[in-house]
């Protein structure tokens, strides 16, 4: 136990954050470009979640065509896209250099393919709900959260796709969250929730102290 308390620092030291770091995530003259990157992402999480439950694409250049697959729910044979899904990834799973790992693959064998049209539920909707709170600027932060958290499970399954470039900008926008949303819902919403640390911060009346200084009046 001596040891321990000889590594830890007598005083606590906060190390400030860099001005760069501060100007690209916490400063609202940058809240256009997170715009744009917040639109990018959502519109291809909410084109991705909404083929999953229409069966037929929004997105641009491909506008009505009926999916491959047909909906992942609502369907009547929910869940089925799911299997196919994770009977494509176990596939991988296999070789000397696989591209989904084991114990992934064991995730998906014994937890995802057994609840296969709730996992088809859980997908459809969660990419719906993080693309339409990135494109309204909504809770931005939590959205983009979640969005790099389906991203790094499709690739553990093996689907690279465009994962990585949207799954790095989610990522930058989660630690730009206080400005991600500046121009949407977050310029009013954030202010009025506040933080775990500081509560709400609306409607704050802080009395400041009044001075009692002596009066100068003869």
């Given at each position: 136990?001596r ?21 690209l ?8 470009l ?14 991705a ?73 859980a997908?459809t ?52 969250w ?41």
């Open positions: 136990m040891q321990f308390q000889a590594i830890q620092p007598r005083t606590a030291t906060q190390i400030s954050e860099p001005p760069i770091a501060r100007f995530f916490a400063d609202t003259r940058m809240a256009w997170w715009l744009i990157v917040r639109l990018y992402v959502g519109y291809e999480w909410i084109t979640g909404f083929e999953k439950l229409t069966g037929h694409s929004i997105a641009i250049g491909s506008f009505g065509e009926v999916a491959k697959g047909g909906p992942w729910v609502f369907s009547g044979h929910d869940g089925a896209a799911m299997k196919g899904f994770v009977a494509g990834a176990l596939a991988q799973a296999t070789g000397a250099h696989p591209a989904v790992q084991g114990w992934y693959a064991a995730f998906l064998q014994n937890v995802a393919l057994p609840n296969a049209a709730v996992f088809a539920y997908v909707f969660g990419e719906i709900l993080v693309g339409l709170g990135l494109i309204f600027g909504a809770l931005t932060g939590i959205a983009a959260f979640f969005g790099v958290f389906m991203n790094l499970n499709f690739m553990l399954a093996g689907a690279v796709s465009i994962n990585p470039v949207i799954g790095t900008l989610a990522l930058f926008l989660v630690l730009a206080r400005i991600g949303g500046y121009y949407g819902i977050d310029r009013y919403l954030l202010p009025l929730l506040g933080t775990p640390w500081t509560g709400t911060l609306v409607h704050k009346n802080e009395t400041k102290p009044t001075s009692n200084k002596p009066s100068l009046a003869s």
